[in-house]
Protein backbone atom coordinates (compact mmCIF):
# COMPACT_ATOMS: atom_id res chain seq x y z
CA UNK A 1 0.00 0.00 0.00
CA UNK A 2 1.95 3.04 -0.61
CA UNK A 3 -0.68 5.97 0.21
CA UNK A 4 -0.26 5.12 3.61
CA UNK A 5 1.10 8.47 4.88
CA UNK A 6 4.37 8.88 6.49
CA UNK A 7 2.87 9.93 9.46
CA UNK A 8 1.41 6.73 10.22
CA UNK A 9 4.68 4.41 9.18
CA UNK A 10 6.31 6.67 12.07
CA UNK A 11 3.47 5.15 14.40
CA UNK A 12 3.41 1.97 13.18
CA UNK A 13 7.55 1.85 13.80
CA UNK A 14 6.77 3.48 17.43
CA UNK A 15 4.42 0.66 18.62
CA UNK A 16 6.98 -1.54 18.34
CA UNK A 17 9.38 -0.14 20.29
CA UNK A 18 6.80 -0.77 23.01
CA UNK A 19 7.42 -4.82 22.40
CA UNK A 20 10.22 -7.06 23.49
CA UNK A 21 12.36 -8.10 20.93
CA UNK A 22 12.22 -11.58 21.98
CA UNK A 23 8.37 -11.61 20.92
CA UNK A 24 9.18 -10.57 17.22
CA UNK A 25 11.62 -13.18 16.85
CA UNK A 26 9.90 -14.85 13.92
CA UNK A 27 8.00 -12.23 12.30
CA UNK A 28 9.09 -11.17 9.23
CA UNK A 29 7.28 -8.06 8.35
CA UNK A 30 4.02 -5.67 8.55
CA UNK A 31 2.16 -5.63 5.53
CA UNK A 32 -0.70 -2.48 4.85
CA UNK A 33 -3.68 -3.13 2.97
CA UNK A 34 -6.82 -0.58 2.58
CA UNK A 35 -9.66 -3.64 4.33
CA UNK A 36 -9.11 -6.85 4.05
CA UNK A 37 -11.33 -7.31 0.73
CA UNK A 38 -7.89 -6.60 -0.68
CA UNK A 39 -6.37 -9.59 0.27
CA UNK A 40 -5.37 -11.89 -2.33
CA UNK A 41 -5.58 -15.76 -3.12
CA UNK A 42 -4.70 -17.63 0.27
CA UNK A 43 -5.40 -21.18 1.86
CA UNK A 44 -8.87 -21.38 3.02
CA UNK A 45 -7.54 -21.09 6.97
CA UNK A 46 -6.93 -17.49 5.77
CA UNK A 47 -9.18 -16.67 3.14
CA UNK A 48 -12.28 -17.16 5.34
CA UNK A 49 -11.71 -14.23 7.18
CA UNK A 50 -13.13 -12.22 4.00
CA UNK A 51 -16.78 -13.75 4.95
CA UNK A 52 -16.14 -10.79 7.77
CA UNK A 53 -17.10 -7.21 7.39
CA UNK A 54 -14.53 -5.27 6.08
CA UNK A 55 -15.07 -2.81 9.23
CA UNK A 56 -14.66 -5.33 11.42
CA UNK A 57 -11.41 -6.87 10.71
CA UNK A 58 -8.59 -4.42 11.76
CA UNK A 59 -5.59 -6.37 11.62
CA UNK A 60 -4.96 -10.28 11.04
CA UNK A 61 -1.96 -12.45 12.12
CA UNK A 62 -0.78 -15.16 9.23
CA UNK A 63 1.55 -17.85 10.22
CA UNK A 64 4.55 -19.04 8.44
CA UNK A 65 3.08 -21.51 5.61
CA UNK A 66 5.42 -23.42 3.62
CA UNK A 67 7.71 -20.56 1.95
CA UNK A 68 5.43 -17.58 2.89
CA UNK A 69 7.04 -16.04 6.13
CA UNK A 70 5.10 -15.36 9.47
CA UNK A 71 3.77 -11.48 9.07
CA UNK A 72 1.25 -9.09 10.57
CA UNK A 73 -1.18 -7.24 7.82
CA UNK A 74 -3.07 -4.32 9.00
CA UNK A 75 -6.11 -2.69 7.50
CA UNK A 76 -5.37 0.81 7.59
CA UNK A 77 -9.18 2.01 6.33
CA UNK A 78 -10.91 0.01 9.37
CA UNK A 79 -8.24 0.67 11.49
CA UNK A 80 -8.64 4.70 11.42
CA UNK A 81 -12.14 4.12 11.16
CA UNK A 82 -13.68 5.84 14.34
CA UNK A 83 -10.42 7.93 14.53
CA UNK A 84 -11.66 11.78 13.86
CA UNK A 85 -9.29 13.31 11.23
CA UNK A 86 -8.13 16.02 13.25
CA UNK A 87 -6.59 14.21 15.80
CA UNK A 88 -4.80 11.37 13.28
CA UNK A 89 -1.34 12.49 14.81
CA UNK A 90 1.00 10.99 17.27
CA UNK A 91 1.07 10.10 20.11
CA UNK A 92 -2.81 9.18 19.69
CA UNK A 93 -2.32 7.26 16.46
CA UNK A 94 0.92 5.10 18.37
CA UNK A 95 -1.05 4.37 21.47
CA UNK A 96 -4.23 3.41 19.02
CA UNK A 97 -2.43 1.19 17.24
CA UNK A 98 -0.49 -0.67 19.35
CA UNK A 99 -3.40 -2.28 21.24
CA UNK A 100 -4.35 -3.35 17.39
CA UNK A 101 -0.33 -4.47 16.58
CA UNK A 102 0.36 -6.10 19.71
CA UNK A 103 -3.14 -8.04 19.59
CA UNK A 104 -1.15 -10.06 16.69
CA UNK A 105 1.64 -10.26 18.20
CA UNK A 106 -0.06 -12.41 20.47
CA UNK A 107 -1.04 -14.50 18.40
CA UNK A 108 2.27 -14.58 16.88
CA UNK A 109 3.66 -15.80 20.50
CA UNK A 110 0.63 -18.49 20.70
CA UNK A 111 1.97 -19.75 17.12
CA UNK A 112 5.65 -19.75 17.56
CA UNK A 113 6.21 -20.78 21.24
CA UNK A 114 2.95 -22.09 22.31
CA UNK A 115 2.05 -19.38 24.77
CA UNK A 116 2.31 -16.25 26.05
CA UNK A 117 2.54 -15.87 29.77
CA UNK A 118 3.60 -18.91 30.79
CA UNK A 119 4.12 -22.70 29.36
CA UNK A 120 1.34 -24.20 31.18
CA UNK A 121 -1.00 -22.49 29.20
CA UNK A 122 -3.91 -24.68 27.29
CA UNK A 123 -4.73 -23.67 23.84
CA UNK A 124 -8.13 -25.21 22.03
CA UNK A 125 -11.08 -22.45 22.06
CA UNK A 126 -10.40 -19.62 19.84
CA UNK A 127 -12.32 -17.06 22.63
CA UNK A 128 -9.39 -18.39 25.07
CA UNK A 129 -6.36 -17.18 22.63
CA UNK A 130 -8.45 -13.97 22.05
CA UNK A 131 -8.27 -13.17 25.42
CA UNK A 132 -5.01 -14.06 25.88
CA UNK A 133 -3.70 -11.81 22.93
CA UNK A 134 -5.95 -9.00 24.65
CA UNK A 135 -4.10 -9.43 28.10
CA UNK A 136 -1.02 -9.30 26.01
CA UNK A 137 -1.82 -5.92 24.49
CA UNK A 138 -2.94 -4.29 27.40
CA UNK A 139 0.19 -4.80 29.44
CA UNK A 140 1.84 -3.46 26.34
CA UNK A 141 -0.25 -0.21 26.55
CA UNK A 142 -0.01 -0.10 30.35
CA UNK A 143 3.83 0.20 29.56
CA UNK A 144 3.22 2.82 27.65
CA UNK A 145 1.40 4.80 29.81
CA UNK A 146 4.45 5.12 32.22
CA UNK A 147 4.87 8.30 29.84
CA UNK A 148 2.66 11.20 30.09
CA UNK A 149 1.82 11.51 26.28
CA UNK A 150 0.60 8.23 26.25
CA UNK A 151 -1.77 8.77 29.00
CA UNK A 152 -2.97 11.87 27.44
CA UNK A 153 -3.49 10.04 24.80
CA UNK A 154 -5.50 7.93 26.16
CA UNK A 155 -7.83 10.17 27.43
CA UNK A 156 -8.76 11.60 24.54
CA UNK A 157 -9.03 8.76 22.85
CA UNK A 158 -11.82 8.13 26.21
CA UNK A 159 -13.62 11.66 25.29
CA UNK A 160 -13.75 11.15 22.02
CA UNK A 161 -15.53 7.41 22.73
CA UNK A 162 -17.72 9.46 25.14
CA UNK A 163 -18.85 11.71 22.58
CA UNK A 164 -19.88 9.03 19.91
CA UNK A 165 -21.55 7.24 22.87
CA UNK A 166 -23.93 9.97 23.54
CA UNK A 167 -24.46 10.63 19.52
CA UNK A 168 -25.35 6.99 19.41
CA UNK A 169 -28.09 7.56 22.71
CA UNK A 170 -29.58 10.63 20.61
CA UNK A 171 -29.56 8.44 17.31
CA UNK A 172 -31.48 5.34 19.10
CA UNK A 173 -33.80 8.08 20.52
CA UNK A 174 -34.67 9.16 17.30
CA UNK A 175 -35.09 5.57 16.24
CA UNK A 176 -32.09 5.76 13.89
CA UNK A 177 -30.91 2.09 14.70
CA UNK A 178 -28.01 1.72 12.21
CA UNK A 179 -26.08 5.23 12.71
CA UNK A 180 -26.63 4.38 16.54
CA UNK A 181 -25.06 1.26 16.10
CA UNK A 182 -22.68 3.03 13.69
CA UNK A 183 -21.68 5.24 16.78
CA UNK A 184 -21.69 2.72 19.60
CA UNK A 185 -19.11 0.96 17.59
CA UNK A 186 -16.80 3.35 16.95
CA UNK A 187 -16.96 4.43 20.89
CA UNK A 188 -15.96 1.32 21.99
CA UNK A 189 -12.96 0.55 19.48
CA UNK A 190 -11.87 3.98 21.02
CA UNK A 191 -12.25 2.51 24.44
CA UNK A 192 -12.03 -1.16 24.53
CA UNK A 193 -13.33 -1.01 28.24
CA UNK A 194 -16.39 0.87 27.97
CA UNK A 195 -18.09 -2.95 27.03
CA UNK A 196 -21.55 -0.89 27.50
CA UNK A 197 -21.19 0.57 23.75
CA UNK A 198 -20.39 -2.70 22.81
CA UNK A 199 -23.71 -4.15 24.16
CA UNK A 200 -25.78 -1.64 22.96
CA UNK A 201 -23.83 -1.54 19.42
CA UNK A 202 -25.39 -5.28 18.96
CA UNK A 203 -28.49 -4.02 20.73
CA UNK A 204 -29.24 -1.67 18.24
CA UNK A 205 -28.29 -3.61 15.45
CA UNK A 206 -30.69 -6.47 16.18
CA UNK A 207 -33.09 -3.44 16.96
CA UNK A 208 -32.68 -2.65 12.90
CA UNK A 209 -33.16 -5.76 11.31
CA UNK A 210 -36.36 -5.73 13.30
CA UNK A 211 -37.66 -3.14 12.34
CA UNK A 212 -36.18 -4.25 8.87
CA UNK A 213 -38.14 -7.17 8.77
CA UNK A 214 -41.25 -5.31 9.86
CA UNK A 215 -41.26 -3.07 7.05
CA UNK A 216 -40.04 -5.96 4.68
CA UNK A 217 -36.69 -4.22 3.81
CA UNK A 218 -33.80 -7.10 3.29
Not at 70 to 84: G, S, T
Request: a neutral charge; charged letters at 30%.
Amino acid sequence: MEDVPSATRRALTACFRWIPELDLSGLDHVRLLSTINDLPSEPDWWTKMCDKDASWVKAVYRRKFENSPACIILFIDAIYLPLETFIRFRPITTLFLSRIVAHEVGHHLIATRGFIFSSDEKYGADDYEEEMANRYAFQVIQRMKSKWYYRVADRVLKFFSQVHFEEGRQNWRQKHYEAAAACWYKAWLLNVDDTKAGDLYWEAKSRKKETSDKNGVT
